[in-house]
């Protein structure tokens, strides 16, 4: 019997479970060995092959359990040919608009639904939250506008449960302050790698200002900082956020867990 609460259990990069209110979310799987796929064309260290690290369990036991697949787009570090061979052909999967929907469904996926607003499953409401992935400058770039493309973010929330917001591929935006001044987001997922495209000095993502900047925002919430040190392109690593959290005395409440580990809200 599933049990209710939140909890986030960290597997690599951008990929984890959500476990929230006994329904267990997979989010964005990247289920390749360490060095399948060749680095991101055009980006910093695009040399070095990717993923840069094993998984920390096989993906059998990544699957057991899972009721459900969020993927927040289709970049190969958030759904790959690994993770579409080798998942249920049944699951259901949400997505943030039809294009995403397609390419799912032309994998053999026969559940997919568009998180066009809110959704309700498994007692848990479902909310997109757009996302903005890169700056004004990189979308003014049509060559870069269409490599970056659309994301999102979900808000998961429940009656007596922890409201968590799960950031997705953004950078910080109105939009992201807004969610956090209406939700109040008890828990924040936060992609800090601080992804970096070649010609451009800002990132594709957040980093550790944006944990910064999250902590001040909302001085009560929790803070969960992902999807580093495992792709050839981000620049910031666990150890960088874990220094800014000492710095600013905020340890206690900005995790950054290991591949494998689970932090318990």
Avoid at 190 to 207: D, H, P, Q
């Amino acid at each position: 019997m599933k049990t209710k609460g939140v909890s986030y259990q960290q597997l690599r990069s951008a990929t984890g479970k959500v476990i929230y209110n006994g329904t267990t979310f997979l989010i964005d799987p990247m289920l390749a060995e360490k060095g399948r796929y060749e680095g991101f064309a055009g980006t910093f260290n695009a040399e070095v092959r990717n993923p840069t690290v094993e998984l920390p369990e096989s993906k059998e036991e990544i699957m057991e359990g899972v009721d459900a697949v969020i993927v927040t787009h289709t970049h190969l570090d958030h759904w790959d040919e690994a993770a579409q061979r080798f998942i249920d052909k049944e699951l259901p999967f949400f997505v943030q608009d039809e294009a995403d929907a397609a390419a799912i469904r032309k994998a053999g996926f026969k559940n997919v639904t568009v998180l066009d607003g809110s959704a309700a499953f498994g007692g848990v409401t479902l909310t997109r939250v757009e996302g903005t992935h890169g700056t004004q400058a990189m979308y003014d770039d049509a060559a870069a506008a269409e490599l970056l493309g659309e994301s999102m973010g979900v808000v998961f929330a429940a009656p007596d449960e922890k409201t968590v917001y799960l950031l997705g591929d953004t950078v910080w935006t109105p939009r992201v302050s807004k969610t956090l001044r209406t939700v109040k987001p008890d828990v924040l997922i936060m992609n800090t790698g601080y992804a970096k495209m070649l010609g451009y000095n800002e990132s594709i993502i957040m980093g550790t200002a944006d944990v910064a900047k999250a902590a001040a925002f909302l001085p009560e919430a929790e803070i969960v900082a992902v999807h580093m040190d495992a792709i050839n392109h981000c620049t910031v690593s666990r150890k960088n956020v874990r220094a800014l959290a000492k710095m600013l005395k905020i340890e206690d409440r900005v995790h950054v867990p290991e591949d494998g580990e689970t932090v318990e809200f």
